[in-house]
Every structure is written in structure tokens, then in C-alpha cells.
């Protein structure tokens, strides 16, 4: 059974998969189907540990989420699993999660339903309901509590202080907001209607399309577009070095380009790298666009080290094979960066390029914008952990040993925007990858500008 990640920003990050984007995607507690794209663990989330996330979305602030995972522990709870975590518990988080979301009529009855400790909660006052029907100010108070609260409910401790205190004051809230609704029939209708709940805007404009391709749903690979995938073998425009052995190549996406290359790196390869990487291994930090300074932040969740040619042999041996394969100079790359993801790591999306509104992050080294990036799989991943790129629909897996590779910037130099991507949360198991930031500077010759995007 998969446990719940130690730290907030591990939580965090997995509580922004319980969507309800798609009304029909499944339940990250929940496996999903045997052989599901990017799936390779049937394991399981308890109730506790979506109570877990829920509460770190509480703590956070995030209310949208803490409705949707306590609804999935009542659901969990209601299928008679056994638990730690109390109903009381879970309906104490949800109501006043509600009330934040602004639905006051079905607060009180939450409220109702704690100081009852129902068994089950029906439409009206399951969080389904408060994203399909949001707005309850034109039901009646009587019919929404008669649909809530059953006879049959094993009744709780009607002393519980807080759960009294919070019914006293939402009851009074609702009475000031129903009088107020009363006295204007107009500012009446249009409460109704902004009351229904919508997720909160927040920092990523393309978020539910991001979740969405990581659950693995709405991947615009179209049959018209598979069409124009191939595979072949590749051989870096007759590189000695890969005439007798070509890498197989394969199509990942027609436009812009994006390839796979298979059995780039053994698994002693791997195995190498990884036990050079892990004492270096710190906190991956971000770049502030406007200082420039680095920085942790909870949209990166990940540990990370910067290897060097004279730190082993097979360093320098993978970077050669990275130059020989795409055909770009090493030269005035990056050095190999080596990331660990374990089970709630991630990378929202963002630019691989700087931007021109942007601090020039790479100015001090002379070489220019990133012109590429070589991104090498060194693990499988039980589930998640896809790379994808929101405004394609693209969602590219994890294989070990493989590696894409795709480029930021186009012919004329300019940012190609099309390619912001994001390393999607590990939702079971843990992620190894490595990668090659390739800079304008040197391959004026083997990658030429042009006037146009497209030359």
C-alpha cells in the first residue's frame, strides 16, 4: 500500500492530482486500470493517507483540494475500511473548508451531519454536489438538512464545543445572508449564480490542463498524428562514432520535434552515476526571474547535483554519446545534472530558455541562451512522473535507459513557448533522471540560424 509522503511540499504536490477536471478520471487512492499508460504499480492510498493530504491542503490553504480528498476518505470510510481517522475528524476539516468556499448552506449542514455523525452523505452535501450545484441559496434550509441527516446515524457527543459553536455562527451567517438576499430579488439571483464553486485562479494558467496530462488524460496524440511518427535508426549525420552502432530513434511528437533515443545509457551507466550523484545531492533550487537569485520553492520538489567530466570516466563517456547523438558541441553546455524525485517530486511547468522579461541567468557564463535540452531516463517510474508540455497535449513516459530531446529556442533564436513542460508528481515509487542544457554559443555551424522560425 503506498504511505503518504513525509514533508508538506511532498503532499502538496500530490493533492493537486485529485482533480475533478475530468468528472470520469479515476481517484489517484484508487489503482487504475491494469496496463494504464505510465502505470506500473497497482498499489493503493488508505484513508489516512488521503486524510494526510487533505489536511496539509487545509494548512496550506488550499480548500478546493481539502473538500475533494476528505470526500474520498468519507467515501473510503463509508466502504468500511478501517482507519485511524475518525468521520468527526474528516467532517470538521470539510465543512470549514466549505465555509471558506463560500457554500454557507451546506456548511450548517456539515456542521448538522458532525454533531450526528452520519453514515452517509448523499448528493446534496458531497463535495459532487457543491461543484455541480454550488449554489443552495434558492433551496429551502429544511430540505437540504432532511436530505442530509438520517434516522438511522449512531448519534455523537452533542457536547463536541467547537462543531456547537461553528452550527450557532453559520446558522446566524446564513440567517444575515438570507435577509439580505430577501430585500433584493436582482442581488438575489446574481448571489446564486456566484455562488456556484469554480477552482480558485491561481499562478499556473494552464493547470488543469497540466493535471489532466498527468493522470494521463486528453493527450492530443490523434490518430492523424500518429500517422506522422516513425521510428528509425540514427546516426548523427554520419557521425564515425555512430555509423557502426546507430541509436534507434523515435518520434515522441511531429511538431515541434520531439525524439526518443533508446539504450542511450546501460544500467551500469546508471548505477555509476547515481552513487557519484548521491553525496551531492541537495535541494534543487529555482531561479527568481527578476533578481536572478536561486531559491527553494514548492513547485519543485526534487534533489539535484551537477556532475563534472573529471568526476569518473563515464561522465565525460555519456556526454560524448549526448554531443555525438545530437550533434551539438558539449562544449559550452551545462554540466550533467543528475535529479532524484521520490514519491510526491515534481517540476511545475516552466522554460527551459530565459525569457526577454527575464534576468539573464546564463550571462555570466558567455555562452548564450539554452538552446536544447537532453533529458535522460535513469529509472522507471511505478506511477507518474510523466514530462509533458501543456500547450501540445503531449505527455512522454518514463523508460529506463531512454532519453528525449527536443529544442527551446527556435532558427531565428528566439524562445519557442510551445515547449514549457513539467516533470509531473511521482505518485508510487521514485524518479532518476540526467540532463544536458546544450547553449547558443558554438553551434553557430552545426545548428544555423535562420531570419525565420521555420529556416
Not at 490553504?61 to 467515501?75: A, I, K, P
Not at 451546506?106 to 448523499?122: A, D, F, I, K
Not at 457536547?159 to 440567517?175: C, I, T
Request: hydrophobic content about 35%.
Amino acid at each position: 500500500m503506498a504511505t503518504l509522503p513525509r514533508g508538506r511540499n511532498s503532499a502538496k504536490a500530490l493533492s493537486t492530482l485529485k482533480s475533478r477536471a475530468s468528472p470520469h478520471s479515476s481517484s489517484p487512492a484508487r489503482p487504475p486500470p491494469a496496463g494504464a499508460q505510465g502505470t506500473k504499480s497497482q498499489a493503493v492510498m488508505s484513508a489516512d493517507d488521503c486524510f494526510g493530504i487533505g489536511r496539509s491542503a487545509y494548512n496550506e490553504g488550499d480548500y478546493y483540494h481539502t473538500v475533494l480528498w476528505m470526500e474520498q476518505v468519507l467515501e473510503q470510510l463509508d466502504a468500511g475500511e478501517e482507519a485511524i481517522t475518525t468521520k468527526a475528524q474528516v467532517l470538521d476539516y470539510l465543512s470549514y473548508a466549505i465555509f471558506q468556499l463560500g457554500v454557507l448552506y451546506c456548511t450548517l449542514e456539515l456542521t448538522c451531519c458532525l454533531l450526528s455523525l452520519v453514515r452517509r452523505l448523499n448528493w446534496c452535501c458531497s463535495a459532487s454536489a457543491i461543484m455541480q450545484h454550488g449554489g443552495f441559496f434558492a433551496a429551502g434550509k429544511q430540505a437540504v438538512l432532511q436530505g442530509c441527516c438520517s434516522d438511522n446515524d449512531d448519534p455523537m457527543d452533542p457536547s463536541h464545543e467547537q462543531a456547537g459553536g461553528n452550527l450557532r455562527y453559520f446558522e446566524q451567517l446564513l440567517e444575515e445572508e438570507r435577509e439580505k438576499l430577501a430585500s433584493n430579488q436582482t442581488e438575489a439571483e446574481q448571489v446564486t449564480q456566484d455562488s456556484i464553486y469554480e477552482r480558485p485562479v491561481d499562478y499556473l494558467p494552464e493547470r488543469d490542463v497540466y493535471e489532466s496530462l498527468c493522470r494521463g488524460e486528453d493527450v492530443k496524440l490523434t490518430p492523424q498524428r500518429q500517422k506522422r511518427l516513425f521510428c528509425r535508426y540514427h546516426h548523427g549525420n554520419r557521425t564515425p562514432e555512430l555509423l557502426i552502432a546507430p541509436f534507434k530513434e523515435e518520434d515522441e511528437w511531429d511538431s515541434p520535434h520531439i525524439v526518443r533515443y533508446y539504450d542511450v545509457m546501460s544500467d551500469e551507466e546508471i548505477q555509476r552515476i547515481k552513487e557519484i550523484a548521491k553525496p551531492k545531492l541537495t535541494r534543487a533550487t529555482v531561479r527568481d526571474p527578476k533578481t536572478g537569485v536561486l531559491t527553494v520553492a514548492s513547485h519543485r520538489v526534487s534533489k539535484s547535483s551537477w556532475l563534472e567530466e573529471n568526476d569518473d570516466p563515464v561522465v565525460a563517456r555519456v556526454n560524448r554519446r549526448m554531443q555525438h547523438i545530437t550533434g551539438l558541441t558539449v562544449k559550452t553546455a551545462e554540466l550533467l545534472q543528475v535529479a532524484n524525485y521520490g514519491m510526491g517530486g515534481q517540476y511545475e511547468p516552466h522554460f527551459d530558455f530565459s525569457r526577454n522579461d527575464e534576468q539573464d541567468v546564463s550571462k555570466h557564463l558567455g555562452t548564450g541562451n539554452r538552446v536544447a535540452t537532453f533529458l535522460n531516463y535513469m529509472s522507471d517510474v511505478e506511477a507518474g512522473g510523466a514530462t509533458v508540455f501543456p500547450d501540445l497535449g503531449a505527455a512522454i513516459w518514463p523508460k529506463k535507459g531512454t532519453a528525449v530531446f527536443w529544442y527551446n529556442l527556435l532558427r531565428n533564436r528566439e524562445g519557442d513557448y510551445q515547449m514549457r513542460h513539467a516533470a509531473c508528481p511521482v505518485l508510487v515509487g521514485y524518479k532518476w533522471v540526467s540532463n544536458k542544457w546544450f547553449h547558443e554559443r558554438g553551434q553557430e555551424f552545426l545548428r544555423p540560424c535562420g531570419s525565420t522560425e521555420v529556416d
